[in-house]
């Protein structure tokens, strides 16, 4: 099994970018896909990101995904940060034999 | 507007059983595959159990194979789980959602299962 690791929290001040990183242990992260979900305090999640770097529709512009074999992560910038973009964050992949595993999540504090 | 709205959730004393249920609208709901993932208290998200959009292919997370079972009726665009055999460490709130690719597409609003003595 592979694990999907993001780091614990991370901040930033309002209009500032935040990049929240999200590393595959073993696997290729090109293999498939890296979807990202965003979850405010009390409530589910939501997608965010999905196929990568696809956004739902509704979903503003400032949040991206991308991802980089070289370093075998994915990544989720959100920028012109605004104070309701506070919340956990997840990435989550697949592989042939574990359909869904999730990072452990990160925590976004704005400042 | 995609809904799914889970119940059957509530307390259960360790050995116990309770099935979860999730109604769907606003989707074609036989056109997806589903999924059960679980949240504990504080923790994070937890893939349970999926399945296909005729219910004939299942698959579990191995921390509930043998206990668990997902199923559905596409006639009344529902989605079950029943648990068995429930452990302290199944507390958890339970979200039901619809896939899409290898990802999840809507999640609906979760139902809390605390097994206690």
Redesign the interface.
Same mark, same amino acid.
Do not use: I
């Given at each position: 099994n592979f694990m999907l690791t993001q780091p614990h929290s991370v901040s930033g001040s309002p209009g500032k970018t935040v990049t929240i990183s999200c590393t595959r242990s073993s696997g290729r992260i090109a293999s498939?896909?890296v979807?990202w %979900?965003q #979850?405010r305090p009390g409530s589910?999640?939501?997608?965010i990101i999905?196929?990568d770097g696809q956004r739902?529709s509704g979903v503003p512009d400032r949040f991206s995904g991308s991802v980089d074999s070289s370093s075998n992560s994915a990544s989720l910038t959100i920028s012109g940060l605004e104070t309701e973009d506070e919340a956990d964050y %997840?990435c #989550?992949?697949?592989d042939i034999d574990n359909?869904?595993?999730?990072?452990?999540?990160t925590k976004l504090t704005v400042l | 507007e995609v809904q799914l709205v889970e119940s059957g959730g509530g307390f259960v004393q360790p050995g116990g059983s309770l099935r979860l249920s999730c109604a769907g609208s606003g989707f074609i709901f036989d056109n997806y595959w589903m999924?059960w993932?679980r949240q504990a208290p504080g923790k994070?998200?937890?893939?349970v159990a999926?399945i296909n959009m005729n219910g004939k292919i299942t698959?579990y997370a191995d921390s509930v194979k043998g206990r668990f079972t997902i199923s559905r009726d596409n006639a009344k665009n529902t989605l079950y789980l029943q648990m068995n055999t429930l452990r302290a460490e199944d507390t958890a709130v339970y979200?039901c959602a619809t896939e899409?690719?290898?990802?999840?597409?809507?999640?609906?609003?979760?139902s809390l299962v605390t097994v206690s003595s």
């Open positions: 498939n896909y979807q %979900y #979850q589910s999640p939501t997608t999905f196929n739902p %997840y #989550q992949s697949s359909p869904m595993v999730f990072g452990g999540g | 999924v993932v994070g998200l937890v893939w999926r698959q979200f899409y690719v290898q990802g999840v597409d809507h999640w609906g609003q979760g």
